[in-house]
């Protein structure tokens, strides 16, 4: 009955799903590649910048439209470009991305 029970509740635990965690700041303050891929459009910014570890450099600002920059990790003199609308919810969503490295 014990040996039962224990079963029934390994198989149970087992059962529930678990879910990946964004990057929690594995690197800081740049965004590598399996970051950049890990996004996609629609996100929330504050995802974006959760999963990228950083929140980036204001660009730019037109018309509900904002610009975001963002370092490459181990690239020198590259960036991450992103942009983000206002949604009905009031939060900023990525529009697209785009990286500039080789």
């Given at each position: 009955?014990?040996?039962?029970?224990?079963?029934?509740?390994?198989?149970?635990?087992?059962?529930?799903?678990?879910?990946?965690?964004?990057?929690?700041?594995?690197?800081?303050?740049?965004?590598?590649?399996?970051?950049f891929y890990a996004v996609?459009?629609?996100?929330?910014?504050?995802?974006?910048?959760?999963?990228?570890?950083?929140?980036?450099?204001?660009?730019?600002?037109?018309?509900?439209?904002?610009?975001?920059?963002?370092?490459?990790?181990?690239?020198?003199?590259t960036n991450v470009f992103?942009?983000?609308?206002?949604?009905?919810?009031?939060r900023w969503h990525l529009?697209?991305?785009?990286?500039?490295?080789?």
């Amino acid at each position: 009955m014990l040996k039962r029970l224990a079963v029934s509740v390994a198989l149970a635990v087992a059962a529930v799903p678990l879910s990946v965690a964004p990057a929690s700041a594995d690197t800081p303050g740049c965004v590598t590649r399996a970051e950049f891929y890990a996004v996609h459009k629609g996100d929330t910014m504050a995802r974006v910048h959760r999963v990228w570890d950083t929140d980036g450099r204001f660009r730019f600002f037109s018309q509900g439209v904002m610009n975001r920059g963002y370092k490459i990790c181990n690239v020198q003199g590259t960036n991450v470009f992103a942009e983000y609308t206002k949604r009905a919810d009031d939060r900023w969503h990525l529009v697209w991305k785009k990286a500039n490295a080789q």
